[in-house]
């Protein structure tokens, strides 16, 4: 008896699967699959992490090299992969900082406490850009790791738990920090009003 | 930062920015071993074409007229182009508004868009205005990328 098997379209997700099987098997090729479905937001947390676009690109380098020379590393079952090369570009940017000595390195554990459309006309760009440069240069202010849980939650839209993994705290750290963070930002913004966050 | 912007909507903002940027087209190649080189098998023997000699001397005089066009072509004087970088905009009147780092070589073509402004947002701009006259639009020029992302803005004669 002859059986219908449904054709179904192949999965993003499925194509990932595929590429870090092939990727352990030894086929160095199939990391261009696997970079063109992750490496675009890696490399958007890390540059908004240290605002300069060559440390960026390094560390979503390094990220890559990482999974590319030791694919078994990541465990599939502890979290997805996107959160795996986030959090190696993280350790990536921590040693760049440690070595150029420039900004206060991510810390590893907790922290201690810390004191707080449109149509798109021509002028509404520029409006937009101007208030983008003061969110960026607020941004900049924070402390790190109040910086980071900024960037995973409200910038990037991870859950919390992904968030909470890349930056290597439990989840009610992570909270605390973007708690604070948000509170922080309003005032170096000087908001007319706070607003619950989305 | 306008006063009404809430922080909601100002990470609103940024948010989308940040959702423009993408790593440097050159870093894939970077991380990829190099293709191996494929070994050819060696080229068979062709047979020779015999056409009639009417037909060679059309071909001839065509690769002529081809080549003198490729000659003429060459020898007209290439427009100069200037690089997109914020020293060569200052030096047209520009105020560059992103950052050095913000100008990647691989982004593309920007677009010049006239538009009119109030006289208060020069301020912002760090170019004089008149605050008598800060309700009044004058004429300014933004260099905008296909994103949308205003990267620098002159006033237009």
Redesign the interface.
Known sequence: MMTFVPWTRRSPAGDVARALAALTAGD??A??VL??SE??P???YA??LC????W??DA??EA??AL?TRPQNFDPTRGTLGAWLAGAARHALAAQWRELRHEAPLPEADEASDDTAEA????S????????????AA?RQLPAAFREA?VLV????RPYAEAAAIAGCELNTLRTRLHRA?LK??AL?????????? | ???????????????A???R????AA??Q????PAPVAHSAPPRPQRVLRLAPWLWSAGLACTAVLVGSVVLMLQAPAPELQPLDARNLRMSGFVP??AA??W?DDAGPAWL??????QD?LA?LGLPFDPARAGDSVRAE?L?RAS???LA?RLAP
């Open positions: 160095r090729q990391l261009a970079y063109r490496a675009a890696v490399y958007r540059l908004a605002g300069n676009a060559g960026a690109a979503t380098q890559f090299m590319a798109a006309s021509p002028e760009l520029l409006v937009q850009s101007q208030d983008a440069a003061a969110v960026w941004l900024v409200d910038l990037q839209e948000r930002l309003a913004l000087g908001a007319a009003r706070l607003e619950n966050t989305p | 930062m306008s006063p009404r912007t809430t922080l909601a909507d100002a990470l609103r903002g940024v948010r920015e940040l959702a940027e993408e790593p440097p870093l894939l970077r991380l990829l071993p508004l992103a780092e913000r990647p868009v006239s538009t009119e402004l109030r947002r912002l933004l905008v949308g992302e205003v803005v």
